[in-house]
């Protein structure tokens, strides 16, 4: 079965600093990753996701993702926080068939003014 | 727009009473799923649905049910077998069968027990 660990419940950052969230997922098959992120009280909408093409996946509002095969790591960074980023955040895993979505149990991120 | 609608958005419920909490999609997505969210605990798989009269139990899917009689609609009731309801509720659609689908989520349902 498929497993997401998210390293870190909760990560604080400066305002202007790095954003560093970690993903780490085991799979038997190569799988499909993706990062979300939830307002509060709202749904969760996409950043990114990788589907074994660029091992480095651009998305939404600066963030991008770095797929490690060798590490079986999928982290998010941006390379400035905002406060606008201050949100939790999901990364998730999928496998090629059968529509079955693993989630990690999510990072609330803070960003420090 | 397309998206997924989600009714109510907040629900009281008194213990021993179902509810039924909405979801709705004009996206013409072919599977959707409830999933139930607890702090801390991240997205838990309640229910999923790939086809039109068809849905398959999740991790925790005892003390709730679901029906899928249009392609457009899931509904999920909480029934009074579910001990611990009190969570927040989302409803999420994809098209076709390939992992590579990305999940499109309902803003949520807010459910609290007195």
């Known amino acids: 079965a498929q497993s997401v660990t998210q390293l870190g419940s909760h990560v604080s950052v400066s305002e202007g600093a790095l954003v560093l969230l970690r993903c780490n997922y085991s799979s038997s098959v190569p799988p499909y990753l993706f990062w979300y992120v939830q307002y509060p009280n709202q749904g969760l909408q996409l950043l990114l996701k990788?589907?074994?093409?660029?091992?480095l996946v651009k998305g939404i509002n600066g963030f991008e993702a770095e797929f490690k095969k060798s590490e079986t790591s999928f982290h998010l960074t941006k390379p400035s926080a905002h406060m606008s980023d201050a949100a939790e955040y999901f990364c998730?895993?999928?496998?090629?068939?059968?529509?079955?979505?693993?989630f990690g149990t999510g990072t609330s991120l803070t960003v420090i003014p | 727009d397309g998206g997924i609608t989600q009714s109510p958005k907040y629900l009281f419920r008194k213990e021993g009473q179902n509810v039924t909490l909405s979801c709705e999609q004009n996206?013409?997505?072919?599977?959707m799923y409830w999933y139930r969210q607890d702090p801390g605990q991240g997205l838990r798989l309640i229910y999923y649905s790939q086809i039109v009269n068809d849905f398959q139990k999740g991790d925790i899917a005892e003390g709730y049910s679901v029906s899928r009689e249009k392609k457009e609609s899931f509904p999920l009731t909480v029934t009074s077998a579910q001990k611990n309801p009190t969570a927040f509720y989302l409803c999420?659609?994809?098209?076709?069968?390939?992992?590579?689908?990305?999940?499109?989520f309902g803003a949520g349902s807010r459910l609290t027990v007195l």
């Open positions: 998730a895993v999928s496998e090629g068939t059968g529509n079955q979505f693993y």
């Open positions: 996206l013409n997505h072919d599977a």
């Open positions: 990788y589907t074994s093409a660029a091992t």
């Open positions: 999420a659609s994809t098209s076709g069968a390939s992992g590579a689908n990305v999940l499109t």
